[in-house]
T-cell receptor, first 111, second 112 residues
Framework: QQQVKQSPQSLIVQKGGISIINCAYE??????FPWYQQFPGKGPALLIA?????SEKKEGRFTISFNKSAKQFSLHIMDSQPGDSATYFC??????????FGSGTKLNVKP | SQTIHQWPATLVQPVGSPLSLECTVE??????LYWYRQAAGRGLQLLFY??????ISSEVPQNLSASRPQDRQFILSSKKLLLSDSGFYLC???????????FGNGTRLTVT
C-alpha cells in the first residue's frame, strides 16, 4: 500500500513558469513533510520541509502549501529554470521517524 | 559537519552471489539509519530502519537483511542475489524526529 501518492509523474514547464507538484497521504500520524530533489545518479537532497502547524512555507523560489484537512500538500517552484530539471519527491514521516516517499515527478524546464 | 559515505558506487553481481553494501556516518552520534531501494524511474522504497546498535526494523519481507554492528555503520546484505534485487540502493541518516533524511550517493546494483 502506497503511503504517499504523488502527481503528476512528469511535468514540462517553460523557463520562468510555475511548476506545481501535488502529494496526498492517508495516515494522520504523519507530521513532517519534506520535499527532495534528485539528479541522475545522485542521492536525493532536501529542498524544503513543513510541519502541519503551518499552511505554507517559502524558501526562495520554493513554496510548500499544506492542507491538513484534505491531507494534501504541494510544492510550487516559481520562476522555474532549466537547472531545476530533476526528479522531485515528496515524503512523509510520523511517530517512528520512518520516511515514506511518493513515486516522484520528473520535471523538465524548457529554455 | 556530518557526512555519509556509501560504497561501492556501482556493483555487478551474478544471480546467487552474496551481497554486502556498507554505509557509515561521520560527525554525529546515535543517528537513525535507513536503507532505501529505488527501481529505475520509480520512487524510494524503505527497506530497513534502525534507531540503534542491533535494532533493525524491516519494512518489506524480501531477500535482503541489514545489520548495525556499530553506532554509525549500517550494512545491507544478501546471501543469494535475485535478478529482482537490481536497483539503486540508498543509505540515509536522520538525527532525530522532525529532522530530514540525509542521503548518500547510492550504489547502483546490477544482478546478471
Amino acid at each position: 500500500q502506497q503511503q504517499v501518492k504523488q502527481s503528476p509523474q512528469s511535468l514540462i514547464v517553460q523557463k520562468g513558469g510555475i511548476s506545481i507538484i501535488n502529494c496526498a497521504y492517508e495516515n494522520t500520524a504523519f507530521d513532517y513533510f519534506p520535499w527532495y530533489q534528485q539528479f541522475p545518479g545522485k542521492g536525493p537532497a532536501l529542498l524544503i520541509a513543513i510541519r502541519p502547524d503551518v499552511s505554507e512555507k517559502k524558501e526562495g523560489r520554493f513554496t510548500i502549501s499544506f492542507n491538513k484537512s484534505a491531507k494534501q500538500f504541494s510544492l510550487h517552484i516559481m520562476d522555474s529554470q532549466p537547472g531545476d530539471s530533476a526528479t522531485y519527491f515528496c515524503a512523509a514521516s510520523g511517530n517512528f521517524n520512518k520516511f515514506y516517499f511518493g513515486s516522484g515527478t520528473k520535471l523538465n524546464v524548457k529554455p | 559537519s556530518q557526512t555519509i559515505h556509501q560504497w561501492p558506487a556501482t556493483l555487478v553481481q551474478p544471480v546467487g552471489s552474496p551481497l554486502s553494501l556498507e554505509c557509515t556516518v561521520e560527525g554525529t552520534s546515535n543517528p537513525n539509519l535507513y536503507w532505501y531501494r529505488q527501481a529505475a524511474g520509480r520512487g524510494l522504497q524503505l527497506l530497513f530502519y534502525s534507531v540503534g546498535i542491533g535494532q533493525i526494523s524491516s519494512e518489506v519481507p524480501q531477500n535482503l537483511s541489514a545489520s548495525r554492528p556499530q553506532d554509525r555503520q549500517f550494512i545491507l546484505s544478501s546471501k543469494k542475489l535475485l535478478l529482482s534485487d537490481s536497483g539503486f540502493y540508498l543509505c540515509a541518516w536522520s538525527p532525530r524526529r522532525y529532522s530530514p533524511l540525509h542521503f548518500g550517493n547510492g550504489t547502483r546494483l546490477t544482478v546478471t
